[in-house]
């Protein structure tokens, strides 16, 4: 799926190896990474856990003394971006836990970047310092003030060199806008305005207000007895500042208009599948459910992704998608027990490669898929500790399902449900990926010869 690299890099197709092995970030439950996200030139990645922290990774200049640590990512940054809350009105506790994370584009030597828990979304500048100010008039070198009787002379103050100090600070604090849990934030293309989505609602923020925002989105039911579906996931149109699409519980995609009118509750296009009866059961609503929501990088295409399958839609066909994919088919006939479980309900996400050609999204036992749309072929891909040592090459792995098991595959029965990739990330422009599994961040890229 390496498109454009031409006929050298067919044998290697479906080679992943690692670029730093594997970046353990703890081992508690406030370490478990809960989002991935590359910024838009791929320099830096950043991840969200589930204790509110931030970690920055930097990849590095290739040396010619080291040709073998082609582009290895190392901690950046580390800050604390939210910290644990008490709703007294509702008598309620707000996780720290960052549900996504969004990069701005760089305009000048600092970084921007959104997170947000529950209920608050911070803007944050994350920027270099390797100077200080030294000879202050009124205050001496230890940072005391001075008594101004006793400054005889008039001195000017100049930069003296120090150690690289990276400092992490929150400029906006955009709060007490949303009732239900945020599950998606997404940054316009005017840079200007971004939109927080939760169960019901989703609303608009320019980046320099924080104190008002305006809602474009309420499904809320006048009756609360009377609500069949909720808010999943929401995103903006790459080129496009006026149109956004967000997906919902029972596995519709609607797109919107801005520009149609101020309440965008009303779809300017509406995407379903039509169901098979034949395959209606007990768990057919649940697993229909939409967890993530991705606008293809040309702007063209959406692509959505369900518990069983990914979806790729065009925009300019609405009774079907163009392209399904099954992730994880040979779990169809354990419902039952993921049901019971509650693995039925985890939200994996999905992520497009930089050309739109190749999608990858997670599964269990730390498996994770990937398409490719133009040969149709698929592989399914493990990150582990075990299996992945620093510039291994990743084995193509296969479940089997009932039967003689061959020697390099595994049973769909012995598939560890607690070991799951839920997020992943894909560089803008290279082959370049990086995976979370539990507490661990895996950064794999394509074999070079």
Not at 182 to 209: H, K, P, Q
Not at 291 to 305: A, E, L, N, P
Request: charged share 25%.
């Amino acid at each position: 799926f390496l498109a454009g690299l031409g006929s050298l890099m067919q044998d290697v197709l479906w080679c992943f190896s690692q670029v730093k092995g594997t970046i353990d970030i703890g081992v508690t439950e406030a370490d478990i990474i809960s989002t991935v996200e590359f910024n838009h030139t791929g320099e830096l990645l950043a991840t969200g856990d589930k204790g509110g922290r931030v970690v920055i990774f930097q990849r590095e200049q290739e040396s010619k003394n080291q040709p073998h640590r082609r582009g290895e990512y190392n901690v950046y940054s580390t800050f604390q971006s939210h910290e644990p809350e008490f709703d007294y009105l509702k008598s309620l506790e707000i996780e720290e836990k960052i549900n996504k994370i969004r990069w701005l584009p760089q305009q000048n030597a600092a970084y921007f970047l959104l997170s947000t828990n529950d209920k608050t979304v911070k803007l944050w500048k994350v920027s270099e310092r390797d100077k200080r100010p030294e000879g202050y008039n009124l205050k001496d070198e230890d940072g005391r003030l001075r008594d101004p009787s006793m400054i005889t002379m008039l001195r000017v103050p100049v930069l003296r060199p120090m150690d690289l100090m990276v400092e992490a600070t929150p400029r906006r604090v955009f709060a007490n806008a949303h009732t239900y849990h945020i599950n998606s934030i997404s940054v316009n293309s005017d840079y200007e305005t971004y939109m927080s989505a939760d169960d019901l609602r989703i609303n608009l923020w320019n980046f320099e207000i924080t104190n008002q925002s305006f809602n474009i989105v309420d499904i809320k039911p006048a009756n609360m007895e009377e609500l069949t579906e909720v808010i999943t996931a929401a995103e903006f149109h790459p080129h496009h500042c006026n149109t956004f699409v967000y997906s919902s519980s029972k596995g519709t995609i609607r797109l919107c208009d801005m520009r149609t009118a101020a309440l965008c509750d009303r779809h300017a296009k509406f995407f379903e599948e039509p169901e098979d009866p034949s395959n209606r059961s007990f768990f057919s609503e649940i697993i229909s459910s939409i967890s993530d929501v991705k606008f293809s990088h040309s702007g063209r295409y959406i692509m959505t992704r369900d518990y069983l399958t990914v979806k790729v839609w065009d925009l300019n066909m609405e009774n079907r998608p163009i392209e399904t994919y099954q992730v994880h088919d040979y779990l169809r006939s354990k419902l039952c027990s993921l049901y019971e479980n509650d693995c039925i309900f985890d939200k994996f996400e999905c992520v497009w490669n930089g050309s739109d050609s190749v999608i990858m999204t997670g599964s269990y036992n730390n498996f994770f898929r990937m398409f490719d749309r133009n040969t149709k072929r698929d592989v399914t891909l493990e990150a582990s500790r075990e299996n992945s040592k620093p510039r291994a090459i990743l084995k193509p792995r296969k479940v089997c399902v009932g039967g003689k098991r061959r020697k390099d595959e595994i049973s769909v029965d012995s598939l560890d449900f607690s070991k799951k990739i839920l997020h992943t990330a894909w560089h803008p422009s290279e082959n370049i990926i990086a995976v979370a599994a539990t507490n661990n961040l895996y950064i794999f890229q394509d074999k070079v010869n």
